[in-house]
């Protein structure tokens, strides 16, 4: 078995609520992303990004001591980033779903969404949330989003091609 084929462990991070969480959580998953491609790694650490973020201003303060957990795990040719929190108010995870089930029709276009909520946040200066967080993930990270929402937790996965192997140089 080639190291480009052989199976990974996966990646589990406990997101804390400190200040170092989204650097401290891109350096574990940095650790699991040896020998992907710089393109792979480039938008893992994106959504990493991206998804700790949401952990920390979105999840539940009351369940645990930190704002969630985010796995990056490799199946084939696949990789797949999952973020698992609390839910602390059912309006941003009902906002969530209906935005996943929006990017997640044929005819929805990642950027045209991107390209659309850029220009309200230009008219609305002072906006309480820019929620472009999953958007960047389909647009720049070119990942396909899904959830699961259950009565206490949410559950958002990225997926996305992976190559396996790092161009040499």
Avoid: W
Wanted: negative net charge; proline residues 6%; contains cysteine.
């Amino acid at each position: 078995m080639s190291a480009a084929t052989e199976p990974r462990a996966p990646c589990t991070i406990r997101v804390e609520r400190g200040l170092s969480a989204v650097d401290d959580a891109m350096r574990a998953a940095e650790r699991a992303l040896s020998g992907c491609s710089d393109e792979c790694c480039e938008a893992v650490l994106l959504a990493v990004a991206e998804l700790s973020q949401n952990l920390i201003k979105y999840a539940s303060r009351q369940s645990q001591p930190y704002a969630g957990t985010i796995s990056v795990d490799f199946d084939a040719d696949r990789v797949r980033v999952r973020a698992k929190n609390s839910i602390e108010s059912s309006e941003d995870s009902a906002h969530v779903a209906d935005l996943i089930a929006k990017l997640s029709l044929p005819e929805t276009v990642p950027k045209e969404l991107y390209r659309v909520r850029l220009r309200e946040l230009l008219e609305t200066p002072t906006p309480a949330r820019t929620r472009l967080g999953l958007l960047r993930l389909a647009n720049e990270g070119g990942f396909r989003l899904s959830c699961k929402l259950g009565p206490a937790e949410l559950e958002i996965i990225a997926e996305r091609h992976c190559d396996g192997s790092r161009p040499p140089g």
